[in-house]
């Protein structure tokens, strides 16, 4: 029996670590601990058990777990985003922009199956092609990186009628559909606030200027939270009104 | 409080969901343990790594099939990172209901092979 190294054992760790960033975040802040723990543990086993080439084994045997386990958690985390509006949200953005075009790279790539990696690029590109048109069909989708929110809108119908966005996050609207009589449908929103230690949202007056891409709440904006809410629920100011009264308002 | 779903509705249960109600089937026990058990049982055949099990636990605690009940303590006393989980009551029904599936299965698949006469037992 070998003693167990506490170099090769970290690097070990390390490695995996590493691997477990392939799982969705809410997944890895839940058990990334205990797997890392249980990692190291048999690491441990499989160093006295076999040496190092026994390390590299259970390494390599959790690099392909890691591929097995880790797509079915992403696909549960885009189906929760297909239907809620939080703000953990990655592919959904990218995938409805290029769903088109990869469903027509799939069709190519079955017509040029005749090996099995073009088989298998083509399913691939198929399963994506799935999930842009499973995301395209909700409507909303979106995002992104830490620290910022999109809300995409794909039909009038399908528009969040309310949602929250935290100090320190970025707010980008991406309108498809433009409502004759009231502009893009991304004007249609109220914008409230909720001022630091108060609990009530009030009319919101004082974002900075909107970006080409939206408005950029990055520490800018003295409040705890920003509220949209829909036009068929309340109230609506429409994106000009909104500037005249940033303008009025010397911001 | 129970799971508003039935037993019968839980199944065929997936392998990795299998192994591990019924690692948890005699106490409770952590993921390390569970994965020892498993091996154990199987003499080594069956390697469930830390993400299979784990995604494994997180279905069963999201289905209320298991339950936790805090956390390990190492031989130095300190508190651990590792919970312990065990079998809930609706967790060991639906347990029973899919060994019985199983057990049909193997006995009608016998029956057609004639290693056992119509009607007998496994």
Not at chain 1, 110 to 133: D, K, N, P, Q
Not at chain 1, 161 to 181: I, K, N, S, Y
Not at chain 1, 199 to 206: A, L, R, S, V
Request: net charge positive.
């Amino acid at each position: 029996m070998r003693r167990a190294s506490p170099a090769a054992l970290r690097l070990s760790v390390w490695a995996y670590a590493h691997l477990l960033r392939a799982y969705p975040a809410s997944f890895r802040a839940e058990f990334g601990g205990e797997m890392a723990l249980l990692f190291s543990d048999c690491c441990r086993d499989e160093w006295r058990s076999a040496g190092p080439a026994g390390v590299c084994r259970l390494l390599a045997r959790a690099a392909l777990d890691t591929l097995v386990s880790a797509p079915p958690l992403w696909a549960e985390r885009l189906e929760e985003t297909m239907k809620g509006h939080s703000a953990d949200r990655q592919w959904g953005f990218w995938l409805a922009d290029h769903g088109l075009a990869i469903g027509g790279l799939a069709l190519l790539a079955v017509g040029a199956a005749t090996s099995w990696w073009a088989m298998s690029l083509s399913w691939a590109a198929l399963a994506i092609a799935f999930f842009a048109w499973v995301a395209e069909t909700e409507g909303l989708l979106a995002l992104p990186r830490p620290g910022r929110v999109a809300i995409r809108t794909g039909g009038g119908f399908d528009i969040p009628l309310a949602f929250t966005v935290r100090r320190g996050e970025r707010v980008l609207f991406f309108v498809r559909e433009e409502d004759p009589e009231r502009g893009g449908w991304s004007d249609v929103y109220t914008v409230r606030d909720r001022p630091k230690g108060t609990d009530g949202f009030e009319p919101c007056y004082n974002l900075p200027p909107a970006t080409r891409s939206g408005w950029s709440l990055r520490g800018r904006v003295p409040v705890d939270d920003l509220r949209f809410e829909h036009h068929e629920r309340v109230s609506y100011v429409t994106r000009g009104s909104l500037e005249r009264s940033l303008s009025a308002a010397g911001v | 409080m129970d799971s508003p779903r039935t037993p019968g509705s839980f199944l065929p249960l997936p392998d990795a969901e299998l192994e591990i109600l019924i690692a948890l089937a005699d106490g409770e026990a952590h993921g390390y343990a569970i994965m020892r058990a498993v091996a154990e049982r199987t003499e080594g055949r069956r390697r469930m790594g830390p993400g299979t099990l784990y995604t494994a636990l997180k279905r069963l605690l999201a289905a209320r099939l298991i339950e936790e009940v805090g956390a390990s303590r190492d031989a130095g006393g300190a508190e651990a990172r590792r919970r312990l989980y065990r079998l809930s009551h609706f967790g060991s029904r639906v347990l029973e209901a899919e060994l019985d599936r199983l057990s049909t299965l193997v006995r009608h698949g016998r029956r057609r092979l004639h290693l056992l006469p119509s009607g007998g037992r496994s």
